[in-house]
């Protein structure tokens, strides 16, 4: 007989399995369609999405927003949230309890608040590394957002989406959103986030919007300004063309943010600001601002005696410095100036000490400016005839040895002569002398 082949239960398994795709079709019951389930979402019709918790943010007292969502969603999973977890758990001890939970937020976080709950919703069970926490956010994560979603995330205790965030930021931290990021983090007190902006404000302080900075809160302004100069001063080497140049955009920046938040500037912040440690020079443009924001300054209180006001003399005095260094003082008039800051109708009766300060001080700085003017150009002519005196009395010594050189040189032409009227008489001579030798010879002979 011939041996027959046992088959195992394994083999039949397979055999089923391959043989079973060409009898039998997963989709041939007409209640069986290919077309996959919409997954669960908080937006649609809570009675179809069986939502079986309520979340009601308010804004206001008459602003309010109701979300319908699930407990699953919320609670399980990794962008689910721990404070809802914990909500829920506790809900669940106690029987009658209200399904619907209140939540009170300000404006931007209440908007920022549907985002959160797409966040959660957006769960991805094909994937379970870190980067399942980052995926889908698309256009939902922007700059103008992403530090309230951070807040949200530390608020419901959802560590996925802060890492999601956090993974945004790190690659939207940029010279662009660096102060808008500062900004942000610096109200909602987000103090790892601050240091960071700041610190990136900082080190590229000369290639920053500079505009955006003026946008920044006053503490901040003030601490990045600070930050900036010391950075600078502590520096090993630095030449003197990177000084003036730090110090003319240091100027510049105080200047806009100054005309961008009037309301902030006192006596007290605008000599803080303007100091010669932070801005050594200023220039011309920001020193016209300057001029124009110290005249809108409260001065009634300020005593000519205190240091307020010998600090107010000496910026102004800087300031007229620069404007007449670059525009010169030839078109300075005294006239127009006294009819403006004196006697005109712009002088006010508060502020007649201020606007006598600025003629003042404009005054002096064209007149010194005049005077090392005219000092130099008289420098200039004094040392221009000192230079054609020097020539000419190069000149009439040189005159002097072309005479002594022409008496020398007659000197030799009549010694000259001299030897060849010698000469000749002495070759007549030898002449006479040959003819008397021939002549004693022949009468020898």
């Known amino acids: 007989m011939g041996r027959q082949r046992s088959f195992k239960l394994g083999d039949l398994a397979a055999c089923g399995g391959i043989l079973g795709e060409s009898y039998f079709s997963e989709y041939g019951d007409d209640d069986v369609s290919k077309t996959e389930a919409p997954p669960l979402s908080w937006r649609g019709d809570p009675l179809k999405t069986h939502s079986d918790w309520t979340i009601v943010v308010v804004t206001s007292e008459f602003d309010s927003q109701t979300y319908h969502v699930h407990k699953s969603i919320l609670s399980v999973g990794p962008r689910s949230s721990k404070y809802f977890a914990n909500l829920f758990l506790e809900q669940g001890h106690h029987y009658n309890q209200s399904q619907t939970t209140r939540i009170e937020l300000d404006e931007q976080d209440a908007d920022s608040f549907p985002l959160l709950l797409d966040f959660m919703y957006n769960t991805q069970p094909d994937i379970d590394d870190d980067d399942s926490l980052s995926l889908i956010v698309g256009d939902d994560f922007t700059t103008s957002n992403a530090v309230s979603l951070r807040h949200l995330a530390r608020v419901f205790d959802c560590e996925g989406l802060m890492l999601a965030v956090n993974k945004f930021i790190q690659k939207d931290l940029s010279l662009k959103t660096g102060p808008v990021y500062l900004t942000q983090a610096f109200l909602y007190q987000d103090e790892r986030l601050v240091e960071s902006s700041k610190r990136l404000c900082i080190d590229n302080f000369k290639h920053i919007?500079?505009?955006?900075?003026?946008?920044?809160?006053?503490?901040?302004f003030r601490s990045i300004i600070r930050a900036v100069t010391d950075r600078f001063n502590s520096s090993v080497s630095y030449h003197d063309e990177e000084e003036t140049m730090l110090s003319f955009q240091l100027s510049e920046v105080v200047c806009q943010y100054f005309e961008r938040n009037p309301e902030q500037v006192t006596v007290d912040l605008l000599l803080e600001m303007t100091d010669e440690s932070i801005m050594p020079q200023i220039s011309s443009e920001p020193a016209i601002g300057f001029t124009a924001i110290a005249r809108e300054l409260d001065s009634s209180k300020v005593r000519e005696d205190s240091d307020e006001w010998k600090g107010l003399v000496t910026l102004c005095r800087r300031c007229a410095k620069s404007v007449v260094a670059e525009y010169g003082w030839k078109d300075f008039n005294v006239a127009s100036a006294l009819e403006?800051?004196?006697?005109?109708?712009?002088?006010?009766?508060?502020?007649?000490?201020?606007?006598?300060?600025?003629?003042?001080?404009?005054?002096?700085?064209?007149?010194?400016?005049?005077?090392?003017?005219?000092?130099?150009?008289?420098?200039?002519?004094?040392?221009?005839?000192?230079?054609?005196?020097?020539?000419?009395?190069?000149?009439?010594?040189?005159?002097?040895?072309?005479k002594v050189l022409k008496h020398d040189v007659d000197k030799y032409r009549r010694e000259l002569d001299y030897t060849k009227e010698e000469l000749i008489m002495l070759k007549q001579e030898l002449k006479n002398m040959k003819k008397k030798h021939r002549m004693s010879l022949n009468e020898l002979s």
């Open 209 to 220: 919007d500079k505009r955006s900075i003026t946008k920044l809160p006053l503490p901040l």
């Open 340 to 402: 403006e800051y004196v006697y005109g109708p712009c002088r006010s009766a508060e502020g007649g000490e201020m606007d006598s300060l600025l003629f003042a001080t404009s005054f002096a700085a064209a007149l010194e400016k005049a005077q090392i003017d005219f000092k130099s150009l008289n420098t200039g002519s004094s040392r221009v005839k000192e230079q054609v005196g020097d020539l000419q009395k190069d000149n009439e010594d040189l005159l002097m040895k072309k």
